[in-house]
Every structure is written in C-alpha cells, then in structure tokens.
C-alpha cells in the first residue's frame, strides 16, 4: 500500500534558508475548508493559479532501437510526500531543494501528500507550470488516512455527502479547485478502513468490526467516483487508489479482479480514468489484469502499475530489482518487444533526495543536506531512467538496471521557433545573466528551461559525460558540461527532438566556453531530409563566447533534431561547456 514519508526538511544551511509551507492552505485543506472554499475565500491564493497551459506533445525517436517503442504506454511518477518538499510559491534563497528534469519520459505527475486531517492536497503553481511548458499533467490528491493513522469514518462521511438533487458537492468543489488553479485532475487515495471501530481515544480496537455502515459508504464511495468523472471537463483526469472495496474495507488486490473493478468501470458507466496499481504484483497478475480490464471495454494503459521505488521498504526497490520491468514490457523469443501490458507508477522516484541509506542500500545522494552533491542527486535521476551506465542510446543488458528509457519513449512539445535554452534546471548556487554573477543560491521549477528529450545518450565515445554544471551557468543556474577522453574516438550526442520550421530569416546562436584547450566541438542540426547543418563551436580563452549562424540557406526545410557531435583528438581531459542556445 502507498506509505507516507515525512520528510521535514532540514531548511537552514550555513547562509541559505528555505520556506516550505508543509501542511497549510492554500496546498493542503481539510474538508470543512474544501466546504467553504471558493475563489474568494480566506483559503484562496491567486499566486497559486498557474496559467501556463498544457502543451502538445509528440513522440520522440532517438534511433537506436530496430523497432518503435509503445508510445502508448503512461509513465506517473508520485514523489512521496510533494508536501514536504515543493510547497512554495516564491522563488526560495537555498539551491538543494528537490528538483525533477526527466519531463519528457513521464505524463502525470501525481501531487502525493496528505495527512488525517489535511484531506485535500493541491500542487504548487512553480511545478504545475513546468509540468505543463513539458506536456506532462499534474494530478492532486485526495487522501483518506489509514486508520491507525488518524483515518475516520467521519472524514469519509463528510466526503462523501450529498444533496437533495443527488449530487456530491465536494466533487464539484475538487473539480472548481483544479479549474481555478490550473492543474489536470486528482488521485483518490482512500486508506481509511471503514470496517474498522475506534475507541473514545481514537484507537482501533483489535477485533471488533462494524460492516453495515462500512459498505453503505462503500458504495456510496463508488457513486462518488462515478460523479466526479462525469463532471469533470474532458482534459481532467481522476485516477483511484487500488485499496477501498465496495463493503468499505481496504484491501489491496494488486490487480484488477472483480472486487476492485467497479472503481474503474461498472458497466456501460465510466467510473475513473485511472487506477494506481499496489505493489506486490507479479507479471502473471499484470496480464491476468490486462486481460481483465480489455473485457471490460476499457484500455490496458488505464492501469498504472504500480513500483515502489524505496530501498526502506521491500517492495520494487529501485536499481536492485528489474524484473517488474520485465514482466510490464515482455520480450519475444526473437527479441522483439511485445507491446506494454499496462502503463507504470512509479512511487516515491524522490530517493535520490530523500533516501539516507540503510543496512543493504547506501545513500544515493546527500544533496539534502550538502548542496556540493548536486552531480550524485542528478545522476540517480538520469539512473532511473537511462540506465546504469548513464547512457540512453545503449540497450542495457537484462542484468543490470537498465532503465525506464530502454522501454518508454520520450516525448517533446518543440513544435514552434523561437527555442531557447541555458540548460537551465531551475536553481544553482548562484543566478547569472548573461555570463555575470546576480544573486546567491536559488531555487525556482518555474524558471526551469526546457532541458533535452534525451537525458544523456551517447553514441560513440564512451568516455564522455554529460551533466548539469552549477560552478559553470552563462543564464541561470547552470550550463551544460561535456567532459572525457577524445583519444576514444568519435561522439554523436543527441539532446532535442524537434519540428521547427526554418525561414529565411531562422538563425542559431550558441554561446559556449572550453576550459582545455583541443577538441573539435560542433552543433548538430538534423532536418526532416536528414540533411545535417553543422555550426563548429569556436572558443576563446576559457571564456563564454558568443556566434551565430544563419538558417537562410535552409528556408522551408524542418529541424527534427539538435545535438553535438565532438570530434577524435589527442586531449584526454576535453572540457566545454554550453551556456546557451537559441534559434529564432
């Protein structure tokens, strides 16, 4: 079952200090403040209404599979406990704030938080704003504890009350708060066991059970959620928990069965878009429940499957165990992928953050706490999805953690000149502008460019690295570092997938700096007749500098992909930095 962290953030640094609004409006509410809500309530913050609107999104093909991956599949991350880690609206004074760059490889991020009390969990405008600049959602929560928790009967009761008409009015009320604030929909995480009796003091008493009420707020539980669907616009998404059934217990099937289908579809009546798998699934139960939900009229990628990526709990284990992997995406004998048997959740993805380490995983990163590891907290995220060896282009082996990009696609919203980037994350030890030093540490997601499709593949020379570089930013926070051995050979680096169409007056501009001399660096532009335009990256004296090249020539063609391609040479040390790229 979905188990929270609270992680209480460590806030003050030496000289940086950071404000987490944890459990308070206008991101965490209780029922009763959900009851009186509206735009002009005391509860209401217009600073937190995102108006950035979700963009189009398109596959994305690196080029180094035989066959096209299932572009249909859904990746939902749900880092645990958003909460305690990205409550913010203005821009904080702290560089070692969580942070997440691998937008194109998921679709939904899930704001997980809750407690007993604070029901109903609304993500904060910088993040819902950079979802969206990606193509990706952003679903709230509403979470109903577990009992031993502080979960009651009431709160579900109150929840789920109706008027005289029929309706749910906290259902309209959840669809007008994701209206006003701008973000996609909501997870509904029921927990709380309604079978259970609790004493005076709130306590659960071991064997006493009461059924009656249980499954008439079971059922009414469901009508609740076959409501809320109906209501909610099109664009709206409303995904449920694997956990309450219909007598009002909650007992996760880890597949879809009988007993829990009727929170997805009952009938001809569309119930939820979604359902969030548990964990303690097997492949055998994943195709018993793809197989289940296509007789039901509905697609294999409404479920999400889902990974519980904790060390501190025995469940999915991330980098130490691959076979759920392979049982979502199987295998031919030939070698051929099959198509994906169900879309994937993956939960508590925030490991490299919030992790310490334990008796058979070390910490992957102390970031947290040392705002100098920044390079470790990065690449568990880049692990996560490209694979142990860092390296999206190669096709890891079976026995080794090969990645969620060996099997999923990216996606890309470039679809329209002008394109921008500083490789900026959205945060750094210090801010710059144009190459001059303006502030000290920072954190903002909001001001997060947009970062490559491809987070990192290397086709080649397998001695480069590619990385996010804070002691290096020409606008921002950070630039993008290339380092490794030239005597290795050739490298091609894909970083964007685009469909930008050139005009007669479209030019590049890139400014990059080179702290070892040597090296042939250039920039890459693939058009739809793969035709390749080249820009070699001039130099000068390890400082940032500044040329453009004219697209004229290439009026009325399409740019489809953007990259580098770096040259064999006699430096073992090579080291360059980009620090900004336009094409207007």
Known sequence: RLLFIFVFLGLVSTSTQAEINNNRPPFSLTLAQVEQWSPSAATTDINNISSVPLKKRFVAELGNNKQPLDSQVKVLIAPDGMNNLANYLEEQQKFNLY???????????????????????????????????????VIGTVYLSVAQYGGNVETVAQLLQQNSQGEFPLAKKLVALAQFYGFDGWLINPETNLTYVKNEQGEVVKGKFEFKNAALLGQKMQLFMRYLTSIAPKAMEIHWYDSMLLDGSVKWQNELN??????????????????????????????????????????????????????????????????????????????????????????????????????????????????????????????????????????????????????????????????????????????????????????????????????????????????????????????????????KGLATIPLYQSVFNITKHSKVELIAKQVTQGGNLSLWLLTAEDELISLPIKFADNQWYKQELSLANYHGKTIKKIGLQLGEGTNTNFSANIGYLSIQ
Do not use: C
Request: aromatic share 14%; charged share 20%.
């Open 258 to 487: 009988k007993k829990n289908a009727p929170f997805l579809q009952d009938g001809q009546q569309r119930i939820s878009d979604a359902m969030f798998m548990n964990y303690w699934w097997n492949a055998d139960m994943a195709k018993a429940s793809r197989d289940y939900v296509e007789k039901l009229g509905r697609s294999s990628y409404d479920l999400y499957f889902g990974a519980d990526l904790s060390p501190a709990r025995d469940a999915q284990r991330i980098f130490d165990r691959n076979e759920w992997l392979d049982a979502l995406f199987p295998v031919q004998s030939n070698g051929q992928m099959n198509k994906a048997v169900s879309s994937i959740a993956l939960f508590g993805n925030d490991v490299n953050y919030t992790f310490t380490g334990n008796e058979h995983t070390s910490a992957f990163s102390d970031f947290r706490d040392n705002e100098k590891d920044s390079r470790r907290f990065y690449n568990t995220e880049t692990r996560l999805f490209a694979g142990d060896d860092l390296n999206l282009y190669n096709n890891d082996s079976s026995d080794k953690w090969s990645g969620i990009g060996r099997f999923v696609p990216a996606k890309s919203t470039l679809t329209q000149l002008p394109f921008t980037t500083s490789f900026n994350t959205g945060h750094g030890l210090f801010k710059a502008e144009q190459g001059k030093v303006i502030s000290g540490q920072w954190h903002n997601i909001a001001l997060q460019d947009i970062l490559p499709t491809w987070q990192f593949a290397i086709q080649g020379n397998e001695t480069l690295s590619i990385f996010y570089d804070f002691e290096q930013a020409y606008s921002g926070g950070s630039s993008l570092a290339i380092r490794g051995d030239l005597s």
């Open 99 to 137: 942070n997440f760059t691998h937008w194109s490889y998921i679709d939904v991020l899930n704001w997980f938080a809750g407690t007993a009390n604070e029901t109903v969990n609304l993500p904060a405008r910088p993040w819902v704003e950079t979802a969206h600049k990606n193509g990706v959602k």
